[in-house]
């Protein structure tokens, strides 16, 4: 179910016919209108950190404003597989600049740097 | 000259933040020969201190034995102070050539490459010995020389949580498509004493067809019934591919460091590490030096069982006075405090008590583990260890922490 869901995300229907589009902004931002996609989104990213930094019997619960850099779930060494993950996920290059410890501090504040992507900055 | 206020604002700035955060270091200075018994300045201007040392690399208490000393002066009269040169131009000499040799055999491996620190051997090691169509998959606890190494390498970066070999083994999984692969582990934490599962590691680079490499910095000299390193404790001598090391700590403690390994990769690191090139070479005091603490272990693995035999006694009487030890066999013994005001306030106060030991807390460690790091050397005789476990039991009282647990402590301290 989990991964029907996130196949969601990276469809969109153009002329009655569902098509793979790039999942970065471009499609979160039409997403967001359908609002319950963006949810997937979130999930989505939630899961990964879960799975990825947490240990198996962690019971530390994370939200979308959970503080993922500044509170240690994810140190700044490690924060290169959540960008690998998002890169790939969402076919975009998120440029050093851009990958700054602010940027991913929270799955919120991952969206908004995703969303720069889906407005072509 | 522009050193202009803007300039100047700036770094004070900087400064100003780290003192804000507490996150400011403070030298204490030394005014003896490193040992068991040292003499401290600190704050500075106050009175010297006699204190007992328990956050020294001094493993095998090898720092200032007479015999590393008499070799040192010795090398400086046969060999002179400097070289004034890097290895390859004019700075081999035929010192260097033995250490290298000596280590080669002492380490079990087929070549070995001096470097001036072990810091320089893992800035240069990954940009020598991968390229963008690699991997490197490093446990997400190793040492920040090897975090810093891995920046400077093109090849694509993946990290596995700490010792978790299945998350090891997804991410060798992930990346078969990769021409060359290399998992990277420190064999010793240095934060914890944790012991990298070598056997598992190994097991997983063959299944994988991946190079092992390890820092076995916090292990030379002393881990493994002939003190050769994780490698020999784990039973993998001969199939780790890479190992960088230090002369800094257990080995006479004074500095220089080196890859030893499979002898294609070294004689590659030979033409191209980049600190190797352009860097000095090792000081043949310390080169000599170093051959002496080599023939001092390889001949008798004495001060590696005294230091076994203290680190067992240190933490078994430390865990019966109701301190909370992580569990373990390396001599370095986190006393867990969970909180960062009380690592500094304990610390504080063992020194009061004539024990010198370190806190660490965030971002050293991560957030809500702060601890005391302890580190046991075969310099300490009984005395030593009895004096140091008795200032704990007395600190331990007064913070009301003995016999408490993880969740007990935090809820009297906080995170």
Same mark, same amino acid.
């Not at chain 1, 609002?35 to 799975?51: E, H, L, R, S």
């Not at chain 2, 993998?236 to 090391?245: K, L, P």
């Not at chain 2, 601890?371 to 310099?379: E, G, H, L, P």
């Given at each position: 179910m989990k991964r029907l869901r996130t196949v969601v995300a990276i469809l969109k229907i153009r002329n009655g016919k569902t098509e793979m589009v790039n999942p970065?902004?471009?499609?979160?931002?039409?997403?967001?209108? !359908?609002?319950?996609?963006?949810?997937?989104?979130?999930?989505?990213?939630?899961?990964?950190?879960?799975?990825?930094?947490?240990?198996?019997?962690?019971?530390?619960?994370?939200?979308?404003?959970?503080?993922?850099?500044?509170?240690?779930?994810?140190?700044?060494?490690?924060?290169?597989?959540?960008?690998?993950?998002?890169?790939?996920?969402?076919?975009?290059?998120?440029?050093?600049?851009?990958?700054?410890?602010?940027?991913?501090?929270?799955?919120?504040?991952?969206?908004?740097?995703?969303?720069?992507? !889906?407005? !072509?900055a | 000259m522009a050193y202009s206020s803007k300039a100047k604002d700036f770094y004070s700035g900087e400064m100003g933040s780290i003192k804000e955060k507490g996150l400011f270091k403070e030298e204490r200075f030394i005014e003896s020969p490193q040992g068991a018994n040292i003499k401290v300045e600190f704050p500075s201007g106050a009175p010297t201190k006699d204190v007992i040392n328990f956050c020294a690399n001094n493993y095998l208490g090898l720092s200032s034995h007479p015999d590393v000393?008499?070799?040192?002066?010795?090398?400086?009269?046969?060999?002179?102070?400097?070289?004034?040169?890097?290895?390859?131009?004019?700075?081999?000499?035929?010192?260097h050539r033995e250490l290298e040799k000596r280590l080669t055999d002492f380490l079990g491996t087929e070549d070995t490459i001096l470097f001036p620190s072990c810091m320089d051997a893992n800035a240069g090691l990954f940009d020598v010995s991968l390229d963008k *169509?690699?991997?490197?998959?490093?446990?997400? #606890?190793?040492?920040?020389?090897?975090?810093?190494?891995?920046?400077?390498?093109?090849?694509?970066?993946?990290?596995?949580?700490?010792?978790?070999?299945?998350?090891?083994? *997804?991410? #060798?999984?992930?990346?078969?498509?990769?021409?060359?692969?290399?998992?990277?582990t420190d064999g010793v934490f240095s934060m914890d004493g944790d012991i990298a599962p070598l056997d598992k590691i190994c097991d997983l680079g063959e299944k994988y067809d991946a190079l092992v490499m390890i820092d076995d910095s916090h292990a030379t000299g002393f881990m493994g019934k002939h003190g050769r390193g994780t490698h020999?404790?784990?039973?993998?001598?001969?199939?780790?591919?890479?190992?960088?090391?230090?002369?800094?700590?257990?080995?006479?403690?004074?500095?220089?460091?080196?890859?030893?390994?499979?002898?294609?990769?070294?004689? #590659?690191?030979?033409?191209?590490?980049?600190?190797?090139?352009?860097?000095?070479?090792?000081?043949?005091?310390?080169?000599?030096?170093?051959?002496?603490?080599?023939?001092?272990i390889a001949k008798t693995t004495e001060r590696r069982d005294k230091l076994e035999a203290n680190t067992k006694y240190f933490r078994e009487k430390m865990t019966k006075a109701g301190l909370d030890i992580r569990p373990g066999e390396h001599a370095i013994v986190p006393v867990m405090l969970y909180n960062a005001k009380l690592a500094q306030d304990v610390s504080r106060d063992l020194y009061e008590e004539g024990i010198y030991v370190v806190g660490f807390f965030f971002p050293v460690v991560p957030q809500g583990q702060a601890?005391?790091?302890?580190?046991?050397?075969?310099?300490h005789e009984k005395e030593h260890l009895d004096k140091a476990i008795a200032a704990f039991t007395k600190v331990g009282q007064k913070y009301n922490i003995l016999g408490k647990k993880k969740d007990e402590i935090i809820a009297l301290y906080g995170l």
């Open positions: 970065g902004l471009c499609c979160l931002a039409e997403i967001e209108q !359908g609002g319950f996609v963006a949810d997937d989104v979130k999930k989505m990213i939630i899961d990964y950190v879960k799975k990825e930094y947490l240990d198996e019997d962690s019971d530390q619960e994370v939200n979308e404003n959970t503080k993922l850099i500044s509170s240690g779930i994810v140190d700044s060494f490690s924060m290169v597989s959540l960008k690998t993950f998002l890169e790939k996920k969402f076919q975009v290059k998120i440029s050093d600049e851009k990958a700054t410890p602010e940027a991913f501090d929270s799955v919120n504040n991952i969206i908004n740097l995703l969303r720069g992507f !889906g407005k !072509g | 000393v008499k070799a040192a002066h010795e090398g400086l009269d046969a060999r002179g102070y400097g070289l004034s040169s890097v290895r390859f131009i004019c700075g081999t000499q035929d010192i *169509e690699d991997a490197m998959i490093s446990d997400r #606890l190793v040492h920040a020389s090897i975090v810093d190494g891995m920046k400077l390498c093109k090849a694509q970066l993946f990290n596995y949580k700490h010792l978790n070999m299945a998350h090891l083994e *997804e991410k #060798l999984q992930e990346t078969q498509t990769c021409r060359l692969r290399m998992i990277i020999e404790h784990c039973g993998v001598m001969g199939r780790i591919d890479v190992i960088t090391t230090t002369l800094g700590k257990a080995m006479g403690g004074a500095s220089g460091g080196c890859i030893s390994g499979r002898k294609e990769i070294v004689e #590659l690191c030979r033409q191209r590490a980049r600190p190797y090139l352009f860097s000095n070479t090792v000081a043949p005091v310390i080169v000599s030096a170093s051959i002496k603490v080599v023939d001092l601890r005391i790091r302890v580190q046991v050397s075969a310099a």
